[in-house]
């Protein structure tokens, strides 16, 4: 794929979603920071359900701090592995209110320094809380980018730093939002939806299907 065909790929989705954003619901860099580990192997709806009970109770690390992880367990267990979630997102308060007076840190590795925070976690909140033009690569991002040729990469890492580099500057902060959202809903995993796509024709996959639906013409 080149760079004109990337470009274009990239105009197309700003066209269609100007202002595109995450699915998890949060107010402040600490709700997403609790919200993005909770949806490891879960879904954005069930994490939402699971923080409208417990945002309003408790939204700082403080105050979950203080329900300790028993009380946390409780509004989190309809949420997979939530025992673990739980542990790991007590640490992590504990770790913010001593090492940074409350507040998330705006660092690379103080974030991946917190108890369940890995380099895909501490991107979005890079990207998403801090507007940094971080590359959260998960399952989506990593089968988009090599079913239509966008950045091959065997590894999740691979496909990130590729991504960083081919991805047009003026792209880069909300790339990795169209791109999760284009594989959520239209590049799915067993049946893509090739018909309704808008970048069918500048994809390079194989295997799929016409006719492409016409790019959306930019508002003036």
């Not at 390079?204 to 790019?215: D, H, I």
């Amino acid at each position: 794929m080149n760079s004109t065909q990337r470009h274009e790929i990239f105009s197309r989705l700003r066209a269609a979603n100007p202002h595109p954003t995450t699915e998890l619901e949060y107010t402040t860099p600490f709700e997403l920071l609790v919200a993005v580990t909770l949806s490891a192997q879960s879904t954005d709806k069930g994490v939402n359900r699971a923080t409208r009970r417990l945002f309003p109770v408790a939204n700082t690390p403080q105050a979950i701090h203080a329900l300790g992880e028993a009380g946390l367990e409780d509004y989190i267990r309809t949420i997979g592995l939530y025992k673990s979630k739980a542990r790991h997102i007590i640490a992590a308060c504990r770790m913010l209110i001593d090492l940074h007076n409350g507040e998330v840190p705006h660092d690379r590795a103080a974030l991946e320094a917190l108890p369940g925070v890995g380099r895909k976690t501490a991107n979005v909140i890079l990207n998403t809380a801090f507007g940094e033009p971080t590359m959260a690569v998960d399952t989506h991002i990593f089968r988009v980018s090599n079913r239509i040729g966008l950045a091959p990469g065997k590894t999740v890492l691979a496909v990130e730093k590729k991504l960083l580099k081919v991805i047009p500057t003026e792209f880069r902060v909300d790339a990795h939002h169209w791109l999760i959202l284009h594989g959520r809903y239209t590049c799915v995993a067993r049946t893509p939806k090739c018909a309704e796509c808008i970048i069918a024709d500048l994809c390079e996959f194989k295997g799929k299907t016409w006719p492409p639906k016409p790019a959306p013409t930019p508002a003036n």
